[in-house]
DNA sequence: TTTATATATAACCATATGGTTAAACATTCG
DNA sequence: CGAATGTTTAACCATATGGTTATATATAAA
């Protein structure tokens, strides 16, 4: 049994859902920056900016780090790790529904069709 | 470039982001069942559970279909692809960056030890 | 046709979220 | 020291969220 903690992940994925968040991941994808830095792109206070990291930050997804009057944000990949976990212990169930989702389609097709190896009708 | 379009991440990460939703998408992912069924295991009013399934239901999670009184959810996977593809998309930079920081930190202990073969003086 | 069943919607409420501005810190510069 | 810089915290506000109960709607059963 997978154990996927509840309250971490409502963390993640509660992060994940602001695209002001996700853009700031991005941006710090490509290389730590300082806040301000971070800040940079959006049209938006810096305690703003500051509040969003601190839900990263919570979320495991950044790291702040000190240094001198500048704090430097990095990627932390506990959160993504939990995230993607959660994500691929699910894809499992989805394709099997999926699979017995399609055949089931399938058989409707055929029976509404009336025909058994017929072509779609409407080639839609 | 991947497209990530912005709202509908908001929409799948949003629902994602409550236990309660995700409790209900494992036990959808058992098998199809009725709202009731769905509702069955949380101390929550029909009215509540009904909209969490919209929730999931407008983030491409779960697809409903009503059949007589009673609804059948399903899920849907649309949703759940949208997440992974960004999670994989990111999971990328997340490894280069932390191949970067692992370099760096392994300087910086080197730096801070003061000498450049040395072994961790803390052994931590 | 009434009544029961299965869901959905409406109206409402407390709390959380995402933003603001102003003030507080801590650090570096003159 | 005093002032500027980079960030955080506090107090506040509008809106969103997640729940409630009561009501509406649609189908099935008696």
Redesign the interface.
């Given at each position: 049994m997978v154990k996927?903690s509840?309250a971490a992940?409502?963390r993640v994925?509660?992060a994940?859902?602001?695209?002001t968040r996700?853009a700031m991941?991005?941006r710090?994808?490509?290389?730590?920056c300082s806040v301000s830095d971070l800040a940079q792109p959006f049209n938006m206070s810096l305690a703003a900016v500051s509040k969003h990291i601190t839900v990263l930050e919570s979320a495991g997804l950044l790291r702040r780090k000190k240094e001198g009057r500048t704090s430097w944000c990095?990627?932390e990949?506990k959160g993504?790790r939990a995230?993607?976990a959660?994500?691929?212990y699910?894809?499992k169930?989805?394709?099997?529904?999926?699979d017995a989702?399609e055949s089931i389609l399938k058989k409707s097709k055929m029976t509404k069709g009336g025909r058994r190896h017929g072509k779609s009708p409407t080639g839609k």
């Open positions: 996927h509840s992940l409502d994925f509660h994940l859902a602001d695209p996700r991941l991005q710090i994808a490509g290389g730590d990095s990627l990949p993504l995230a993607e959660w994500l691929r699910y894809e169930f989805w394709n099997t529904r999926l989702l």
